[in-house]
């Protein structure tokens, strides 16, 4: 799964001109489930998002954890963070999980959010939506399970945790 985090001061999402979900202060978690992800790849996601510590403490530094800071999440279904654009001019998304299964796990991963004491919200898997959101900071972090895409997820292959 690939994740795009943003810390925010609020961040909103708006489906046919109602608010369907809000947040603030927290994340804004844009998700895509890719081909082969399974539960496995949400649990661990959800994991390490609840957490990462991306927020400031009383010194400045980023050491506080969103529910340090008793924080919600806002998680909006991005199906565009799989774009390959390595050939042409026009994104492929390929590599996305079918629509079927890419709303499944992007529930699912919604659920373990809420599972690790998180308050969260959501969009709507497959709507045009419109996002709003103040970052703060800013403050932008990419993660992917797959560990040969991204940096610092602990699955090797999709579904196995390395051996110790």
Not at 16 to 38: E, S
Not at 126 to 141: C, H, Q, R, S, W
Request: proline share 4%.
């Amino acid at each position: 799964m690939r994740a795009l985090l943003q810390r925010v001061s609020h961040a909103s999402v708006t489906v046919d001109g109602q608010v369907i979900g809000q947040t603030g202060p927290g994340l804004l978690v844009l998700i895509c489930a890719m081909q082969g992800d399974a539960q496995a790849q949400a649990d661990q996601l959800a994991a390490k998002i609840a957490k990462l510590r991306i927020f400031t403490d009383e010194a400045g530094k980023m050491n506080r954890s969103i529910r340090d800071i008793g924080g919600s999440a806002l998680v909006v279904s991005q199906f565009t963070l799989a774009a390959d654009t390595s050939r042409g001019n026009r994104p492929g998304f390929s590599t996305a999980a079918s629509p079927d299964e890419g709303k499944q796990l992007y529930q699912y991963f919604a659920e373990q959010l809420a599972d690790q004491g998180l308050p969260v919200e959501t969009g709507e898997f497959g709507a045009d939506m419109k996002v709003e959101l103040l970052n703060d900071g800013p403050v932008t972090i990419w993660m992917d399970t797959d560990s040969g895409k991204g940096r610092g997820m602990t699955l090797s292959k999709r579904g196995r945790v390395p051996e110790a």
